[in-house]
């Protein structure tokens, strides 16, 4: 049992699919020229549901193609072969560049099999290990460093305040800052 989102949307695809299929008929009776902008737009559907349905993609440059002997009575326009053309460059250089990138893939992963069943690698949990110990060992160090350089300046610090308590403590009488005495009330 299909749900009846699924039913609308195949009912609305297939209505779509007619309205292609006549404005594709009335196109090649009027022999206008045939682009898939120009069919999209009559059919009210957008460009991509032709690209999608490949049957009426092919549809579309079939009659676009066929001569004016065989019923067509308009030719082609320039335009729209140059157009159909970058779009075909463009989907293939799409499909070269994803092709490449699954073969390095699989060769990536192939590779990593054969070096692991050959033993010839260490295993994979093992060089994990070995990566994490240079990472702790590298954050020890870093973090060494900064100890060191708080110390000094904790050492730096402390020197200041026993010069400053020291010449503080040293001063001659009348000297120093003056001193006030406070006297508290008695109660």
């Not at 949307?9 to 009027?30: F, G, I, M, Q, T």
């Not at 990138?101 to 054969?114: I, M």
Request: with cysteine; net charge positive; proline share 4%.
């Amino acid at each position: 049992m299909t749900s009846p989102m699924i039913e609308g949307k195949r009912a609305d695809s297939a209505r779509r699919r007619e309205r292609v299929l006549e404005a594709l008929n009335a196109a090649l009776r009027s022999g206008q020229d045939m682009t898939v902008s120009s069919l999209a737009r009559t059919a009210r559907v957008d460009r991509t549901f032709l690209y999608r349905h490949r049957d009426l993609f092919e549809r579309v440059h079939a009659a676009a193609t066929t001569p004016a002997e065989a019923g067509r009575t308009a030719a082609v326009s320039r335009a729209s072969l140059k157009t159909d053309l970058a779009n075909a460059l463009e989907r293939n250089a799409r499909l070269t560049a994803h092709i490449r990138q699954l073969e390095k893939r699989l060769s990536e992963e192939l590779g990593t099999t054969v070096w692991t069943e050959s033993g010839l690698g260490a295993p994979a949990d093992l060089d994990q290990l070995q990566r994490c110990i240079t990472e702790l060992e590298q954050q020890l160090v870093d973090e060494r460093g900064q100890l060191d350089e708080r110390t000094e300046e904790l050492d730096a610090a402390r020197a200041a305040n026993r010069e400053l308590t020291r010449a503080l403590n040293h001063t001659p009488e009348g000297t120093g800052p003056p001193t006030t005495r406070r006297s508290h009330p008695r109660s």
